[in-house]
């Protein structure tokens, strides 16, 4: 069985060494365009995540069976479409699903339809009308925390949580006057009320009729320890019990997760791939931050050691309408991944430092190393390449054994300018806080 892996990052390192523990002994991977680390379980293909024709193309010239998409911009484009127009079988949301996640407005417009539970919000299409929303007095007075969204994909740079309306009004010249995200990812914003609570991440597996749960987790955006700094992609995450106690999961189920999925089936689009849904639990309930249509970086990472199901069963079932059927089953650890960052992310990282001790850290018990952003030398030594370089991952018998796995194993590893947070499962993450894309 061929299967194609789209993507370059630590989560598409993860997905790849989950399928490459299948039992089926005709498994072969490749990955487009996939990273050093990835090479050592996937054929590299030599192919943009976003050049939708040729990966179409090569899929089909290559006789793949099934693809599995990483990011969120191919599925924008509309590659599950494509593919499946070519009679290509393919896992992930098609355009219309996606637009959950490339499209604040109507991400929020369609909780609104569906009375899913989330944050007062207005959508402005120009600089203009966002400030007289927020001169309006609707969301506080001049020193309240209001939340400010680029309505398109920004590469987790869109959210500004700003302390004060001048900031908010700051944000928004920034993101639709200055031009800092792109035409397209402002060319609207969304004004939300700033949430208080402590913030969950649920993700599952959907088939357009049934779901399965994954173990919730909970990240870590900042790049600071005590949750300072500018936000990233992600700096960690954990999975264990305390994330989602069993009351809370099942009203987020009641409130959150099986109403997305019943509105889209309502409005047209079944929904199929992986749903991922930010939560804030604030104390009148589970409310959404926002949705992704794909698995989240590094959740993935911190979810995928847990899996013991087989995952290229699982992705095959979501294209087929065969979920209910299919066995997915999670171990009862807890988890952690922490992310190890070049010098200079999130703004501008340097890239080509000698990376020393992966070999020792990925022995280290219960350890798997993820490679986000590293390359091979002409010596064949590892280097940096890109901002979040790797994500070092454990599991435990509790949070506090899959932690200190974890960081005795990032005591292995050394570079140039490498940073990290020490604090990762300690930040409860309390406050007004909202992630997003």
Same mark, same amino acid.
């Given at each position: 069985?061929?299967? *194609?892996?789209?993507?370059?990052?630590?989560?598409?390192?993860?997905?790849?060494?989950? +399928?490459?523990?299948?039992?089926?002994?005709? +498994?072969?991977? %490749?990955?487009?365009?996939?990273?050093?680390?990835?090479?050592? *379980?996937?054929?590299?293909?030599?192919?943009?995540?976003?050049?939708?024709?040729?990966?179409?193309?090569?899929?089909?010239?290559?006789?793949?069976? *099934?693809?599995?998409?990483?990011?969120?911009?191919? +599925?924008?484009?509309?590659?599950?479409?494509? !593919?499946?127009?070519?009679?290509?079988?393919?896992?992930?949301?098609?355009?219309?699903?996606?637009?959950?996640?490339?499209?604040?407005?109507?991400?929020?417009?369609?909780?609104?339809?569906?009375?899913?539970?989330?944050?007062?919000?207005?959508?402005?299409?120009?600089?203009?009308?966002?400030?007289?929303?927020?001169?309006?007095?609707? !969301?506080?007075?001049?020193?309240?925390?209001?939340?400010?969204?680029?309505?398109?994909?920004?590469?987790?740079?869109?959210?500004?949580?700003?302390?004060t309306r001048r900031e908010a009004e700051e944000a928004i010249d920034d993101l639709m006057l200055s031009g800092a995200l792109g035409v397209d990812a402002a060319s609207r914003v969304v004004i939300e009320e700033a949430l208080e609570g402590r913030?969950?991440?649920?993700?599952? !597996?959907?088939?357009?009729?049934?779901?399965?749960?994954?173990?919730?987790?909970?990240?870590?955006?900042?790049?600071?320890?005590?949750?300072?700094?500018?936000?990233?992609?992600?700096?960690?995450?954990?999975?264990?019990?305390?994330?989602?106690?069993?009351?809370?999961?099942?009203?987020?189920?009641?409130?959150?997760?099986?109403?997305?999925?019943?509105?889209?089936?309502?409005d047209g689009f079944e929904f199929r791939g992986i749903l991922f849904v930010g939560l804030m639990l604030t104390e009148d309930g589970p409310r959404v931050l926002e949705y992704n249509v794909r698995f989240g970086d590094p959740e993935t990472q911190?979810? *995928?050691?847990?899996?013991?199901?087989? +995952?290229?069963?699982? %992705?095959?079932?979501?294209?087929?309408?065969?979920?209910?059927?299919?066995?997915?089953?999670?171990?009862?650890?807890?988890?952690?991944?922490?992310?190890?960052?070049?010098?200079?992310?999130?703004?501008?990282?340097?890239?080509?430092?000698?990376?020393?001790?992966?070999?020792?850290?990925?022995?280290?018990?219960?350890?798997?190393?993820?490679?986000?952003?590293?390359?091979?030398?002409?010596?064949?030594?590892?280097?940096?390449?890109?901002?979040?370089?790797?994500?070092?991952?454990?599991?435990?018998?509790?949070?506090?054994?899959?932690?200190?796995?974890?960081?005795?194993?990032?005591?292995?590893?050394?570079?140039?300018?490498?940073?990290?947070?020490?604090?990762?499962?300690?930040?409860?993450?309390?406050?007004?806080?909202?992630?997003?894309?």
């Amino acid at each position: 069985m061929k299967i *194609l892996v789209i993507g370059s990052g630590g989560r598409e390192h993860a997905i790849s060494w989950a +399928l490459a523990r299948s039992a089926r002994p005709d +498994l072969k991977l %490749f990955c487009a365009p996939g990273n050093a680390g990835i090479a050592q *379980l996937a054929e590299p293909v030599a192919i943009s995540a976003t050049d939708i024709e040729a990966l179409a193309d090569y899929a089909s010239e290559r006789a793949i069976d *099934l693809t599995v998409v990483g990011g969120e911009a191919p +599925l924008a484009l509309g590659i599950v479409d494509l !593919f499946e127009s070519r009679g290509l079988r393919i896992t992930g949301a098609r355009r219309e699903a996606a637009r959950l996640e490339s499209s604040k407005s109507f991400a929020k417009d369609f909780m609104a339809r569906h009375k899913i539970p989330t944050a007062r919000y207005r959508v402005a299409v120009s600089a203009d009308e966002a400030h007289d929303i927020l001169r309006s007095g609707e !969301f506080g007075a001049e020193d309240s925390s209001v939340v400010v969204k680029a309505d398109g994909l920004a590469g987790g740079k869109g959210v500004v949580v700003a302390r004060t309306r001048r900031e908010a009004e700051e944000a928004i010249d920034d993101l639709m006057l200055s031009g800092a995200l792109g035409v397209d990812a402002a060319s609207r914003v969304v004004i939300e009320e700033a949430l208080e609570g402590r913030e969950a991440s649920l993700l599952l !597996f959907a088939d357009g009729r049934d779901y399965a749960l994954m173990p919730p987790a909970r990240d870590h955006k900042r790049v600071g320890e005590n949750d300072t700094g500018p936000n990233t992609g992600g700096m960690g995450v954990v999975t264990d019990a305390d994330v989602l106690d069993e009351e809370t999961l099942r009203r987020a189920v009641r409130e959150v997760v099986e109403p997305t999925l019943e509105g889209a089936r309502a409005d047209g689009f079944e929904f199929r791939g992986i749903l991922f849904v930010g939560l804030m639990l604030t104390e009148d309930g589970p409310r959404v931050l926002e949705y992704n249509v794909r698995f989240g970086d590094p959740e993935t990472q911190a979810i *995928l050691v847990r899996l013991q199901s087989d +995952l290229v069963d699982i %992705f095959s079932a979501t294209t087929r309408g065969t979920l209910s059927q299919t066995p997915v089953r999670w171990s009862e650890e807890a988890s952690a991944c922490v992310v190890l960052a070049a010098r200079g992310y999130p703004a501008r990282a340097e890239t080509g430092a000698r990376i020393e001790g992966l070999e020792r850290a990925a022995l280290r018990e219960g350890v798997q190393v993820f490679h986000a952003g590293t390359a091979r030398g002409s010596n064949g030594e590892w280097l940096t390449a890109g901002g979040r370089v790797l994500g070092v991952t454990a599991t435990g018998q509790n949070l506090d054994r899959a932690l200190a796995r974890c960081y005795d194993a990032v005591g292995e590893i050394k570079w140039d300018g490498m940073h990290y947070r020490r604090d990762i499962g300690k930040v409860r993450g309390q406050g007004p806080v909202v992630s997003g894309q």
